[in-house]
């Protein structure tokens, strides 16, 4: 059995959270969050996020990501979020990873081969993923997370 380990991401204004998979055994390896270090200025919480997620990156020997992107149509954008989206754009663009994507809900469901209309009562939890024993365990971030990484 070849093995090949993603990782999913999904960026909230003070907390990057992310699901490490490994699609050959399509087993969840750990899902954990990278806190923003609200004491430092934001050049440096973003530099404190690029190389948490590099050093996650060598540790799992990832070979795939997806990050889960706030909507285009946004009621209320969080600045914050969209700084930190893009600089884990960057890093996953400079870093060791073969291949990775920038998707919103459409793009998620397409790649994990479910109805867009899916998508939100698994992320909600209304909804279990198949397979996956404790998803309602999950906070909604970690769902999407999770979600991303299968995508990738």
């Known amino acids: 059995m070849f093995k090949m380990n993603k990782i999913g991401i999904r ?3 003070k907390e990057v959270f992310y699901c490490i998979y490994d699609e050959g055994s399509r087993a969840i390896i750990n899902i954990d969050k990278i806190g923003v270090p609200l004491s430092l200025e934001i050049p440096e ?3 404190y996020i690029r190389l ?3 050093d996650i990156i060598r540790e799992y020997n990832v070979e795939k990501a997806g990050i889960r992107t706030i909507e285009s149509n946004a009621q209320s954008p969080s600045i914050s979020r969209i700084h930190i989206e893009g600089v884990i ?3 996953l663009a400079s870093s060791d990873v073969d ?3 920038v ?3 459409s793009n998620i469901s397409a790649r994990i081969k479910i109805e867009r209309t899916e998508f939100k ?3 909600d939890g209304s909804k279990s993923l198949d397979g996956f024993e ?3 365990g999950l906070s909604k971030e970690q769902r999407e997370a999770v979600l991303c990484a299968i995508g990738a």
């Open 11 to 13: 960026v909230s204004p």
């Open 45 to 47: 919480q973003l530099k």
């Open 52 to 54: 948490s997620l590099l």
């Open 89 to 91: 754009q960057e890093a």
């Open 99 to 101: 291949d990775y994507y």
């Open 103 to 105: 998707g919103q809900i």
């Open 121 to 123: 009562p698994l992320v």
């Open 134 to 136: 404790g998803w309602e």
